[in-house]
Structures are given as structure tokens and as C-alpha cells.
């Protein structure tokens, strides 16, 4: 079974600071990990992957992030953050091979951007 | 190119009707999954769908919940005999492969509200 831990529910920062959202997962085999971005009363939108090859994964808006897999974690980071970056971020996995295309959710990190 | 549509994006039910949910997957995506997001909860899968198929039902509640992705049309989620714990946000992605984890695109949600 794979699980995703979001360790901040809620990360408040000043605009042009730079933020990480924390996510750790869980899973006996190899998995596939994501990050979205959901705006107020929006859909998911995905805003970078890992799927193979170097660890370090460029996504838009200025995110990256980096998988760590002795540490099953891939954290999102960004140098300077913007007012429009106020969101809920969600952290996925979802393991290849296998029959299960469904992705599994971390509980959210709220992102509040203060100018 | 549209994207994953769904529709209605707001459905008010009261305890004991029916609620239809529907969603077009991207175009050229033939593979359909849903997802229910609670208030303070990330996504929970529900379903994942081929064209006339269910691939893996294992997130859906055993009763008054099904769906259905017909060969024609748009694919369907429906509950029976709503009750106040389903209103949540309803989200169906899309994607061009099934097995493994291929990116999925996410629609705008319908919000069901149960009085």
C-alpha cells in the first residue's frame, strides 16, 4: 500500500521569500510522484513530475522539486514567491506496473502569501 | 484544445435523490478516473474507467455509487439516495495511458451539496 504525508497543513510567508513544502511518501515499489496546485474553487493543475532520471524535476511557475529516494521524500520549493501563488498544494504518488492507474493524495498544504 | 470538462459545476440535491455527474475526458483520453475531495481532505480515488469498462472500482462505496464510461458520451457518476456525507467536490481526470502513472488532467469539479 503507498501513503503520502504532507507535513504542513498550512505554510504562511512573506512575498519574495523563498518556501518549501514538505512531502514524504510510502511504498514497496517504485512509484511515479507529483505536485498540483488548486486555486479556490478550481481543479488540480499539475505543476511538475517525477517519472525517472534526475532528481532534481523543474516545473512551471519558478517550482522544483527534488526526489530524495533513501529519504522517500520530494519536497516543492521555490527561491521567491508571489502573491498569486496563494494556493493548496497537493503532493501525489502513484506506483507503475501493475493495474492501478489511480493516484494517491497527500492531504494539502494551504500556501499564504503575504505581501 | 479543451480540456476535461465537467458538468453541472454546482448540484444541489436533498436527502433521498438522485445525483448525475458527468465529465468529458480530454480529447484523444479514453481513460476516465474520479475522485472525491472532502472539506480538509485531500483527493480520494474512487474509480478509474475505460471506454465501456471498469478498470478498478476499489476507492467507490459499496452502495447507491456507481459510474460508467459509455462507448459514446461522456462518463457518468452517479449516486443514489443521497445522503449529507456525500457533499463534497467531485473531480474526474483524464489520461491517455491507464497502467502505471502517465499524467492525469483534472476538470474544474462539480461541488454537490446535500440538504
Known amino acids: 500500500a503507498q501513503s503520502v504525508t504532507q507535513l504542513d497543513s498550512q505554510v504562511p510567508v512573506f512575498e519574495e521569500a523563498p518556501v518549501e513544502l514538505r512531502c514524504n511518501y510510502s511504498?514497496?515499489?517504485?512509484?511515479?510522484l507529483f505536485w498540483y496546485v488548486q486555486y479556490p474553487n478550481q481543479g488540480l493543475q499539475l505543476l511538475l513530475k517525477?517519472?525517472?532520471?534526475?532528481?532534481l524535476v523543474k516545473g512551471i511557475n519558478g517550482f522544483e522539486a527534488e526526489f530524495n529516494k533513501s529519504q522517500t521524500s520530494f519536497h516543492l520549493r521555490k527561491p521567491s514567491v508571489h502573491i498569486s501563488d496563494t494556493a493548496e498544494y497537493f503532493c501525489a504518488v502513484s506506483s507503475y506496473g501493475g493495474s492501478q492507474g489511480n493516484l494517491i493524495f497527500g492531504k494539502g498544504t494551504k500556501l499564504s502569501v503575504k505581501p | 484544445n479543451a480540456g476535461v470538462m465537467q458538468n453541472p459545476r454546482h448540484l444541489v440535491r436533498r436527502r433521498g435523490q438522485e445525483a448525475r455527474l458527468r465529465c468529458s475526458p480530454m480529447k484523444g483520453h479514453s481513460h476516465v478516473y474520479w475522485y472525491r475531495q472532502l472539506p480538509e481532505e485531500g483527493l480520494k480515488f474512487m474509480v478509474y474507467l475505460q471506454k465501456e469498462n471498469i478498470i478498478d472500482e476499489s476507492g467507490m462505496p459499496k452502495e447507491r455509487f456507481s459510474a460508467e464510461f459509455p462507448k459514446e458520451g461522456p462518463s457518468i457518476l452517479r449516486i443514489q439516495q443521497v445522503v449529507r456525507g456525500d457533499s463534497a467536490a467531485y473531480f474526474c481526470?483524464?489520461?491517455?495511458?491507464?497502467?502505471?502513472?502517465?499524467?492525469?488532467?483534472f476538470g474544474p469539479g462539480t461541488r454537490l451539496t446535500v440538504t
Open positions: 517525477y517519472l525517472s532520471g534526475s532528481t
Open positions: 481526470a483524464s489520461s491517455s495511458y491507464g497502467v502505471g502513472a502517465y499524467e492525469q488532467y
Open positions: 511504498s514497496s515499489v517504485s512509484v511515479y
